[in-house]
């Protein structure tokens, strides 16, 4: 009993010691785990402090390389720019470099030419008397000079004066050639004015030339050139008042150049024919007009021809106007050869004068 009781005290007794074991293990191990523990979050707050600073460095940096990119990109472009810059200056550099070489070219020019300058100073400084002897040359032939040049001033005045001279007499002139020109025109005028009073409305006159017309139908037969008796009478009495206008007035005779007397035909037939007939027919009249004419002036005015259908009359439309085609017109021309001379003496006189 005694035994039992011995193996069980030391059950319990290796029991105790073995769980006072195992219990000094568990601390153990818990005071390792907490030591542990206990490192690991030092180590870890370090890291992560570590982490921290190295995040903080990554973002500097992360800064920095966004500046350092905004600089590179400011510099590229300055750096452009300076390019151009460099470009533009290169250029101007070659500018110069020209410029500069023709500065120096004229500095070269303008060194010999004080050279000469001076050369020419201290030439002159040494020739004093000669040169003052060649002052006095030199005064002395300006004033020839100029005397000369006095007397040619007075001389080219004279000859001015007696050009003026001469251009009053021109103008002079050329207004009374005007004046005879305008009195001519007038004579015209006139002549016509006085044939329209003279023979009234019986006949018609040319508002500008002052011609007479005469229709063919009325003085001769168709294709015949006698002229009809019972029209001579109408015809002298119409043409001793034509003339008469001509010959009796002073002022028109004495410009009076020619009569003359036309014969006109329509363009029925040939050319030749109707030539042949209208000169027959002119000088019908003349014939006549010799028959009772005893004024001896009118034959050195009076003259006849034929003009065929060289001038036919027209109508409105553009055709031709047969019936007034055919007729024998009288006319007068004015004499201009006075004139022409005057203009002619004028003209001579204008080529001596200047």
């Known amino acids: 009993m005694k035994a039992n009781n011995n193996s069980k005290d030391t059950f319990w007794i290796a029991y105790a010691d073995l769980m006072a074991g195992l219990f000094f293990v568990f ?11 206990v490192l690991t979050q030092s180590d870890l707050k370090e890291k992560e402090a570590s982490f921290l600073s190295t995040l903080s460095m990554l973002k500097g940096e992360q800064q920095k390389n966004s500046e350092l990119e905004e600089l590179n990109k400011i510099f590229n472009e300055r750096l452009n720019e300076l390019d151009i810059e460099a470009k533009d200056l290169r250029q101007k550099e070659g500018v110069y470099i020209f410029e500069i070489g023709e500065l120096e070219k ?18 002159l400084y040494g020739q004093n008397a000669k040169k003052d002897k060649d002052l006095e040359d030199l005064k002395s032939d300006y004033n020839k000079s100029l005397k000369n040049s006095e007397l040619k001033i007075t001389y080219l005045m004279e000859q001015i004066s007696s050009k003026d001279a001469s251009l009053a007499r021109i103008m002079a002139d050329l207004n009374i050639t005007r ?26 006159i040319d508002e500008k030339s002052g011609a007479l017309t005469l229709l063919s139908s009325v003085l001769f037969d168709k294709g015949s050139s006698t002229l009809k ?6 015809l002298k009495a119409t043409l001793e008042k034509y003339f008469g206008v001509l010959l009796n007035s002073d002022e028109i005779r004495n410009n009076l150049d020619t009569i003359v007397i036309e014969g006109h035909t329509d363009t029925d037939g040939s050319y030749l024919f109707n030539l042949k007939l209208s000169q027959d027919r002119a000088y019908a009249v003349m014939e006549f007009i010799n028959e009772w004419n005893k004024d001896e002036r009118l034959k050195s005015y009076l003259t006849a021809s034929g003009r065929s259908f060289t001038m036919p009359v027209l109508n409105s439309d553009g055709s031709e106007n047969m019936d007034k085609s055919r007729r024998i017109e009288i006319k007068f021309t004015l ?20």
Do not use: H, M
């Open 179 to 204: 004046n005879r020109i305008q009195n001519l025109a007038g004579v015209g005028v006139r002549v016509i004015s006085d044939i329209k009073q003279s023979l009234g409305s019986s006949v018609s």
């Open 335 to 354: 004499s201009n050869r006075q004139t022409i001379e005057e203009i002619g003496k004028l003209l001579d006189y204008n080529k001596t004068a200047f």
């Open 27 to 37: 601390v153990l191990l818990i005071g390792g785990i907490i030591v542990k523990y």
């Open 106 to 123: 004229v500095v070269t020019a303008l060194k010999d030419k004080n050279k000469d300058l001076n050369q020419t100073l201290y030439e």
């Open 229 to 234: 008796d019972e029209a001579k009478p109408e």
